[in-house]
């Protein structure tokens, strides 16, 4: 859907439209939020900015910022988000215990990031392959399948 | 027979990778890498295992390898030891893919603009911290015109 814009172009720009909806928002809310929503604006384009001149540079993060990452630097992405959704279970958890303990009201925010992110889990797993191991191949030699950790009885 | 940097070796003596790019290429200023440093190293063992080394030059070198920063200081602490010695034991695959870069002479973001991939993976490559995928091992290989069991295989070995 992005393929027409510029791989540099592209985290900017999300960074750009993302924080112009959430201003917009902020601006929608009334009363004297419009102050608020315009120093998010310039604070969003200030970072969209920043974010395609370091998309320029010759390393790791320039690469994913721009858009060009190889396979090792994806796998890099890749680790890094799950690192970050195991540190948001790990606080969701702690979030919605402690909230449970003083019997305060925000407790349940908590426990929607846990169930989404345990949702999103499952989701990735089903849609990734574990449901769709197959039928072993040697199903129909008149073999049988045994572990390797099966002594042999011969 | 050894080569002393700065000297022409003797013909048919066989250098180790860290020598040859100090020797060949006058660029003995390069930093090592892990695979250079761990090359340099099983030098050493083989010498020791071999006798020609006692146990305190031997963990003094050892300690030399470790801390040596560049190509030049690589080669100085196995230039009196002969590298056939390690014949048995050929080089590992990011020696390997160093060895076949340095021999046709191209530099890190060259191999990587040809390859498809960031000089960085390149340099993750050739240092042991990342392990290719299969497709990246092939175009490897076929760039090297070498089978990815040579180029990647612990039995490997590194053709002309």
Same mark, same amino acid.
């Given at each position: 859907?992005?393929?027409?814009?510029?791989?540099?172009?592209?985290?900017?720009?999300?960074?750009?439209? +993302?924080? /112009?909806?959430?201003?917009? &928002?902020?601006?929608?809310?009334?009363? =004297? !939020?419009?102050?608020? $929503?315009? *120093?998010? @604006?310039?604070?969003?384009?200030?970072? +969209?900015? /920043?974010?395609?001149?370091? &998309?320029?540079?010759?390393?790791?993060? =320039? !690469?994913?910022?721009? $858009?060009? *990452?190889? @396979?090792?630097?994806?796998?890099?992405?890749?680790?890094?988000?799950?690192?970050?959704?195991?540190?948001?279970?790990?606080?969701?958890?702690?979030?919605?215990?402690?909230?449970?303990?003083?019997?305060?009201?925000?407790?349940?925010?908590?426990?929607?990031?846990?169930?989404?992110?345990?949702?999103?889990?499952?989701?990735?797993?089903?849609?990734?392959?574990?449901?769709?191991?197959?039928?072993?191949?040697?199903?129909?030699?008149?073999?049988?399948?045994?572990?390797?950790?099966?002594?042999?009885?011969? | 027979?050894?080569?002393?940097?700065?000297?022409?070796?003797?013909?048919?003596?066989?250098?180790?990778?860290?020598?040859?790019?100090?020797?060949?290429?006058?660029?003995?200023?390069?930093?090592?890498?892990?695979?250079?440093?761990?090359?340099?190293?099983?030098?050493?063992?083989?010498?020791?295992?071999?006798?020609?080394?006692?146990?305190?030059?031997?963990?003094?070198?050892?300690?030399?390898?470790?801390?040596?920063?560049?190509?030049?200081?690589?080669?100085?602490?196995?230039?009196?030891?002969?590298?056939?010695?390690?014949?048995?034991?050929?080089?590992?695959?990011?020696?390997?893919?160093?060895?076949?870069?340095?021999?046709?002479?191209?530099?890190?973001?060259?191999?990587?603009?040809?390859?498809?991939?960031?000089?960085?993976?390149?340099?993750?490559?050739?240092?042991?911290?990342?392990?290719?995928?299969?497709?990246?091992?092939?175009?490897?290989?076929?760039?090297?015109?070498?089978?990815?069991?040579?180029?990647?295989?612990?039995?490997?070995?590194?053709?002309?």
């Amino acid at each position: 859907m992005t393929a027409f814009i510029r791989p540099r172009l592209r985290k900017p720009l999300r960074i750009a439209l +993302a924080g /112009t909806v959430f201003a917009a &928002a902020w601006a929608f809310r009334g009363g =004297g !939020a419009w102050q608020l $929503s315009v *120093a998010m @604006e310039v604070t969003v384009l200030v970072g +969209a900015v /920043t974010t395609y001149v370091r &998309a320029g540079e010759d390393n790791d993060e =320039g !690469a994913l910022t721009g $858009s060009r *990452a190889d @396979e090792r630097q994806k796998l890099l992405s890749l680790r890094s988000r799950a690192l970050g959704w195991n540190f948001a279970m790990v606080a969701a958890f702690i979030g919605v215990t402690a909230g449970v303990a003083v019997k305060a009201a925000w407790w349940w925010p908590f426990l929607v990031i846990l169930a989404v992110t345990g949702f999103a889990y499952l989701l990735g797993l089903s849609n990734y392959g574990v449901a769709e191991e197959g039928t072993a191949d040697d199903v129909d030699t008149g073999h049988q399948t045994r572990s390797r950790s099966t002594p042999d009885r011969a | 027979m050894m080569w002393t940097p700065g000297t022409r070796p003797d013909p048919g003596q066989l250098l180790t990778v860290p020598e040859i790019v100090v020797l060949e290429e006058g660029r003995g200023h390069l930093r090592a890498s892990h695979a250079d440093r761990e090359q340099a190293i099983d030098v050493l063992k083989a010498a020791f295992a071999q006798g020609r080394l006692a146990r305190d030059e031997f963990e003094a070198r050892v300690g030399q390898a470790f801390a040596a920063q560049t190509h030049a200081e690589l080669a100085v602490v196995t230039a009196d030891l002969p590298a056939r010695m390690t014949a048995g034991q050929p080089p590992r695959a990011p020696a390997r893919i160093r060895e076949q870069r340095t021999r046709r002479e191209m530099s890190q973001g060259e191999l990587a603009a040809v390859l498809g991939v960031s000089r960085q993976t390149v340099i993750s490559i050739e240092s042991g911290q990342y392990l290719p995928s299969l497709p990246l091992a092939f175009t490897i290989a076929r760039f090297f015109g070498l089978t990815v069991d040579k180029m990647f295989g612990p039995g490997g070995e590194a053709g002309p």
